[in-house]
């Protein structure tokens, strides 16, 4: 007779899936945390071959290069998930190690004939800000101005910065707005890039899923899916670029090479 106590789930009913966790597989250490998850979805599959008789006829079918994959769409978009699509590293600024940002402004030409910026710019020194362009009274743009050593004078086409002071001197007949562009230093920033060179490192996963009872929906389950090698599928990035876009990841399960088991996932599931 089976054990009173003994929890042998069946059908169960899905929540959701309440966080997905990247984890190195060497290390254990976490990598990235995803917890507004939407639409996920687990798929496998096979290569099949046929066995036929020499009336082409199948005998019977066998199965190799079994993989899956899982995906889902996270509803904000993460600075670590990029990351991890990238095959790059989250870069955070520190008073020590400080991100460069650009930035692109609109000023108002002062009564003395300068411009003073929002920030301090960087860059080659006296040419922190190399060109400098009149927006006219129409919204187009008119002159470009290039930076000098020496003085902006009436009729020439430069300007004259100083960085420190975050001001830029024109010409005495320039008047209106101009747009300027310039790159600066950040300690409360953070940088994802990509390059042509990276590709996403294989990860271990570990999916986190709240079950119910079907029988007592009071009864919560919790549950795992644990895919010991996953990769992140480069081929598949898109990142919706609007207020109500999703941020969307697609993995691919393997099993690992070298693994006589061949896992390709584990679902796991626990009412205690």
């Known amino acids: 007779m089976a054990d009173a106590a003994t929890f042998n789930p069946n059908e169960l009913v899905i929540e959701k899936v309440r966080a997905v966790e990247e984890y190195d597989p060497e290390t254990k250490e976490l990598i990235g945390r995803y917890t507004q998850i939407e639409d996920p979805s687990l ?30 769409s996270n509803s904000l978009f993460s600075m670590d998930l ?13 008073s020590e190690n400080k991100v460069t940002v650009p930035v692109s402004e609109t000023i108002e030409i002062g009564s003395d ?26 919204n187009t743009f008119g002159e470009t101005y290039k930076v000098t050593s020496g003085d902006a004078t009436t009729g020439t086409k430069v300007f004259k910065i100083e960085a420190a002071s975050k001001k830029i001197t024109l010409p ?87 693994d006589e088991s061949a896992k390709l996932l584990d679902i796991i599931v626990s009412r205690d």
């Open 43 to 72: 798929s496998l599959s096979a290569d099949g071959t046929d066995v036929t008789d020499a009336m082409g006829a199948p005998i019977t079918t066998f199965y190799n290069a079994q993989s899956g994959t899982f995906g889902f």
């Open 172 to 258: 005495d007949d320039v008047t209106g707005r101009v747009f300027v562009n310039y790159n600066r230093e950040s300690e409360k920033a953070a940088i994802v890039t990509k390059t042509t060179n990276d590709i996403p490192q294989v990860k271990s996963l570990l999916i986190h899923v709240i079950f119910h009872d079907p029988c007592n929906t009071n009864n919560i389950i919790a549950g795992v899916i644990s895919c010991p090698r996953a990769q992140i599928d480069p081929s598949s990035v898109e990142i919706n670029l609007t207020s109500d876009g999703k941020h969307a990841a697609s993995y691919l399960l393997r099993k690992a090479y070298c």
């Open 113 to 138: 004939h300068t411009v003073t910026l929002k920030y301090v710019p960087v860059g080659t020194t006296g040419a922190e800000v190399t060109y400098v362009k009149v927006i006219n009274s129409d």
């Open 82 to 94: 990029a990351a991890s699509q990238f095959g790059t590293t989250k870069i955070v600024a520190t």
